[in-house]
Each structure stands twice: as C-alpha cells, then as structure tokens.
T-cell receptor, first 112, second 112 residues
Framework: NAGVTQTPKFRVLKTGQSMTLLCAQDMNHEYMYWYRQDPGMGLRLIHYSVGEGTTAKGEVPDGYNVSRLKKQNFLLGLESAAPSQTSVYFC???????????FGSGTRLTVV | GNSVTQMEGPVTLSEEAFLTINCTYTATGYPSLFWYVQYPGEGLQLLLKATKADDKGSNKGFEATYRKETTSFHLEKGSVQVSDSAVYFCALIIQGAQKLVFGQGTRLTINP
C-alpha cells in the first residue's frame, strides 16, 4: 500500500521560476489537503479539496494554485516562486474530513 | 474561531522520565481531538484521538484525556524512550467541518 505519495522529495528553484508538486493517493479518499510547515509555525493549510473537480482556499493560499482533475491526484502549483515559499510541503488525504488523515512524506522546497 | 495552543518547545528529557505536553483549545462547536507525531524526515502519523468529553485516547504508552471543563487534551507518557524523539502536534476538528486545525507542534528530544 503506497498511501500518499509526493513528488518530488526535494527541489531548489530560482526566484520567479514555476513548478508543480504532485500528490497521489491510492485509498480512494474524497478529501485532499496541501500544507506547508515552517519552523515554529506548525502546519498551515494552503488549499484543500473535498472531491474531484473541487478546490477551496485554506489559511495561506496566496501565491499557490491547485487542481483536482482526478480523484487520486492533487496538484499544487507555484507560478512565480518567491524566497518566502521556501518550506516543507505536505499533502494529506482523508475519507471524510478530520478522521483518518494520511500524510505524505513531504517535499522540501528551497527558493533562492 | 477554532484554535489549538501547545506548550512551547523544545522539550528535552532523559530516558525513562515522565512526559507531559500541554494542549488547550478553543472551538466554536463540539470538537474531536487528536495527537499526531512526526518523526525526523517523515510526514505526520496519527498517535491517538478522542471524540467526546472524558474519552481517553491511548497508543504506544501515550495517553491523553479530553477535558471539556478545562478545554485541554494534554499528552502524557510514564516512561519515555529515545525512540520517542519527534515533533508532536495537537489538533482538533469540529463536527461537520472538513479540515483539521493544528497546534504549532512541540519538539521532544529524549537523551539516553
């Protein structure tokens, strides 16, 4: 069982570059989430989705876009990366909100 | 709004010491409460949960009791091991809501 898989695991970007982080889950979960984790600030929700074709903003959505074209995939895009987006990004999924969150192992992104 | 406050870290203990990590919450509705653990280089894993007042969640020697009167969900372990070194997150979700709210995390280091 793969659970939640994030790719890539590490990435270094230059300011202004764009990239897409991919999250894939094989548990048929309806809900998917993108968080960022910064030192001393815990996890902050960027965007989330409650089903295929839906997305919603979290606490810190600015500078990010998301898409959920297929139920198993949730993509996080950075159109023009900034140093403030240097962080560790975690994807999670759940069968219904809150209970049984499964997290991916994270993507460490550095923007220089 | 809904929020979770954890004791500030880092916390450093010797092996076999007693552990308490404090967690208090504010909630507009009736929450379920969780503790998640993050080992180095990994995503978060559910450690334990409680869904109603006076419930006690337990797992791997850790315990936490849902105290509605003090709006608290403190994590305890009687005798910690080096392998318990990790970051611990308290979290809540309101019934009917779609996403967890996390505390800022507490880093725990256990020395042999």
């Amino acid at each position: 069982n793969a659970g939640v898989t994030q790719t890539p695991k590490f990435r270094v970007l230059k300011t202004g570059q764009s990239m897409t982080l991919l999250c894939a889950q094989d548990m048929n979960h309806e809900y998917m989430y993108w968080y960022r984790q910064d030192p001393g600030m815990g996890l902050r929700l960027i965007h989330y989705s409650v089903g295929e074709g839906t997305t919603a903003k979290g606490e810190v959505p600015d500078g990010y876009n998301v898409s959920r074209l297929k139920k198993q995939n949730f993509l996080l895009g950075l159109e023009s990366a900034a140093p403030s987006q240097t962080s560790v990004y975690f994807c999670a999924s759940s069968s219904f909100g809150g209970f049984g969150y499964t997290f991916g192992s994270g993507t460490r992104l550095t923007v220089v | 709004g809904n929020s979770v406050t954890q004791m500030e870290g880092p916390v450093t203990l010797s092996e076999e010491a007693f552990l308490t990590i404090n967690c208090t919450y504010t909630a507009t509705g009736y929450p379920s409460l969780f503790w998640y653990v993050q080992y180095p280089g990994e995503g978060l894993q559910l450690l334990l949960k409680a869904t109603k007042a006076d419930d006690k969640g337990s797992n791997k020697g850790f315990e936490a009791t849902y105290r509605k009167e003090t709006t608290s969900f403190h994590l305890e372990k009687g005798s910690v091991q080096v392998s318990d070194s990790a970051v611990y997150f308290c979290a809540l979700i309101i019934q009917g809501a779609q996403k967890l709210v996390f505390g800022q995390g507490t880093r725990l280091t256990i020395n042999p």
